[in-house]
């Protein structure tokens, strides 16, 4: 069965400093994507980053970058010089490719609330 | 840009009640979603339409009925809510901005069930 793993509930990281975030994944497609959201308190979800399985290189987006290791099927997030505004909850998900009904679905991990110390 | 506008923002029902909650999307994307949130379980998929006229079961679809008209609503209808249904719900829509399918997300609507 397709399934997305966060094995970090909570983590707390002191500002300034660069923070890992936890993502496995579990697919037997060949082709997929990941995905990172960050949800704030206020409740929105926010895309941060995006992965295809097939892309050679890991993807950046600002201070976001997803360390890809697709032997061992992690994707985890890394946050670089981490701020205040970085305290949210973060979700992993993966897009799995359904042939017969081409919808995308997405595969959501149960997430990670990440506290950033002043 | 509107996006992805939910309605209401929250609602307090009562257990027996029925209540639609409503999505519209202004980004001309063909397939919706329904999601539900709970604490510690993330996103789980209530159900899909690829495109109007056609809709889908998610991973928890009982207890909740969609409906997809046209290209921009997609309504979702819990015909005798339970209190097990009180959850975060959120609408979302799929596109390419950039070369992938994004889904795009609506603020939520707070739902409790008493």
């Known amino acids: 069965a397709q399934k997305i793993t966060q094995t970090q509930p909570g983590m707390f990281v002191q500002e300034k400093e660069a923070v890992t975030l936890d993502c496995t994944y579990d697919?037997?497609?060949?082709?997929?994507?990941l995905f990172w959201y960050k949800q704030p308190s206020s409740g929105e979800m926010i895309f941060l980053i995006y992965?295809?399985?097939?892309d050679e290189q890991n993807a950046t987006e600002g201070r976001y970058s997803l360390n890809f290791q697709k032997a061992r099927k992690s994707a985890n997030l890394v946050i670089s010089a981490s701020q205040l505004g970085d305290s949210a909850m973060y979700f992993c998900?993966?897009?799995?490719?359904?042939?017969?009904?081409?919808?995308?679905?997405?595969?959501w991990g149960a997430g990670t609330k990440l506290i950033i110390k002043p | 840009t509107a996006g992805i506008t939910q309605a209401p923002t929250s609602q307090i029902l009562a257990a027996g009640r029925s209540m639609t909650l409503r999505c519209t999307q202004d980004?001309?994307?063909?397939?919706m979603y329904w999601y539900r949130q709970d604490l510690g379980l993330g996103l789980r998929l209530i159900h899909y339409?690829?495109?109007?006229?056609?809709?889908g079961k998610g991973e928890v679809p009982d207890g909740y009925s969609v409906s997809r008209a046209n290209t921009d609503d997609f309504p979702l209808t819990l015909a005798s809510a339970v209190p097990s249904q009180t959850s975060v719900y959120f609408c979302?829509?799929?596109?390419?901005?950039?070369?992938?399918?994004?889904?795009?997300f609506g603020p939520g609507t707070r739902l409790t069930v008493l």
């Open positions: 339409s690829n495109t109007a006229g056609t809709t």
């Open positions: 980004m001309r994307h063909n397939a």
């Open positions: 992965q295809g399985s097939y």
């Open positions: 697919t037997s497609d060949q082709s997929y994507g």
């Open positions: 998900a993966m897009r799995r490719t359904l042939v017969r009904d081409s919808n995308y679905q997405l595969i």
């Open positions: 979302a829509s799929s596109g390419t901005t950039k070369g992938f399918y994004e889904q795009f």
